[in-house]
């Protein structure tokens, strides 16, 4: 069965600072990656995802992801945090072949401080 | 276009009562996907309906909880005799396939059972 782990449950980074959110999956093949942002009272919007091909993945908002097949991990990063990132961050795996639920891990809470 | 549109966003019952969650996916889309979000959790998959029918249930926790979509767009998840233990966030999401097409997610119903 498919999993993932986010082993930071917050984080803090001041504004302006880099930004590095960890994801960690178990899956038997390259999956399809997906990172969704939830800020309060609103629903997952999606930042990015990875299918296939280049490793790096581009989002919304200045978001990047790298899919890692030997680490088994599709960080998050952002060179430059904004106040208004604060929110938080699910990593989700897919399987990539026929029908798959996608599984969600339990989310990073980001604060962005001063 | 209009997104994925959830009705009520909140709700609060009493233990033993009946309720009834409404979603609007976002019209054209065929894959529609209930997700129940606990505090401090991610997203757990409850049900999946492609078109009319429910192409999988296995997320649903139990016989308490039924969801419906029977003309394949609007889609009800129901729930009898609610337990403290029901009190979520309920999510909705749909896509325009269930293969590798994005889940666009609605704002949520919070239920609260008292």
């Known amino acids: 069965a498919q999993s993932v782990t986010q082993p930071d449950i917050h984080i803090t980074v001041s504004e302006g600072a880099s930004l590095e959110l960890r994801c960690n999956y178990s899956?038997?093949?390259?999956?399809?990656l997906f990172w969704y942002v939830q800020s309060p009272g609103q629903g997952l919007q999606l930042l990015l995802k990875?299918?296939?091909?280049?490793?790096l993945v581009q989002g919304i908002k200045g978001f990047e992801a790298e899919f890692k097949r030997s680490q088994s991990s599709f960080n998050l990063r952002k060179p430059s945090v904004h106040w208004s990132d604060a929110a938080e961050y699910f990593c989700?795996?897919?399987?990539?072949?026929?029908?798959?639920?996608?599984?969600f891990g339990k989310g990073t809470m980001l604060l962005v401080s001063p | 276009g209009a997104g994925v549109s959830q009705t009520p966003s909140n709700k609060v019952t009493e233990k033993g009562k009946y309720v009834e969650l409404r979603c609007d996916p976002i019209s054209g889309h065929t894959a529609l996907y209930w997700y129940r979000q606990s505090l401090g959790q991610g997203p757990e998959f409850l049900i999946y309906f492609q078109g009319t029918g429910a192409a999988d249930d296995s997320g649903l926790p139990n016989d308490r909880f039924f969801a419906v979509r029977p003309e394949g767009s609007v889609s009800t998840l129901k729930i009898q005799r609610t337990e403290r233990g029901d009190s979520a966030v309920y999510l909705c999401a749909s896509s325009p396939d269930d293969i590798t097409d994005t889940q666009y997610f609605g704002p949520g119903t919070r239920l609260t059972v008292l």
């Open positions: 899956y038997g093949a390259t999956p399809y």
């Open positions: 990875y299918f296939s091909g280049d490793t």
């Open positions: 989700a795996v897919k399987g990539n072949s026929g029908y798959s639920t996608l599984t």
